[in-house]
């Protein structure tokens, strides 16, 4: 092997997660080696699930999107300004960084891991009722 005394492995992007963990499978490494990656796209929750790679750092890009059509409805019902930055005064944290390992990840292969709040619910409910933005205060 090329690097023997590899400890771990940082993967800088969601598309090499699937390449890492399946060459670990292949040379018996998954555990062995951490790793660390980004993105919780479902082959590389898998990966986590199958033991290969010990932690994905995700955005919860669900929840930041709602975020967005809800500054988008705002902007168009009372012609306010879209801001620069996601609003921090929503009841949960879109910018929130999800850290998925083994002990949080799914069962579900199918299923994603997101933010620990029913911002859909929150956000129709506001929408049925001509409420948009970012709460006050």
Request: proline share 8%; hydrophobic share 40%; glycine share 8%.
């Amino acid at each position: 092997a090329a690097n023997p005394d590899l400890d771990g492995i940082f993967a800088d992007s969601s598309l090499h997660i699937p390449a890492i963990a399946q060459v670990l499978e292949e040379k018996g490494l998954c555990g062995e080696v951490k790793v660390l990656g980004f993105y919780g796209d479902l082959p590389n929750i898998d990966a986590v699930r199958n033991g290969c790679v010990d932690i994905i750092a995700d955005a919860p890009v669900m929840a930041q999107s709602w975020v967005v059509m809800d500054l988008l409805a705002q902007h168009f019902a009372e012609g306010t300004e879209i801001p620069e930055d996601l609003p921090t005064s929503y009841p949960f944290d879109p910018a929130e960084v999800l850290l998925i390992t083994a002990d949080n990840v799914p069962d579900d292969p199918e299923q994603y891991v997101d933010v620990d709040f029913d911002y859909v619910s929150y956000f129709t409910d506001r929408w049925a009722e001509g409420v948009y933005g970012p709460d006050e205060g």
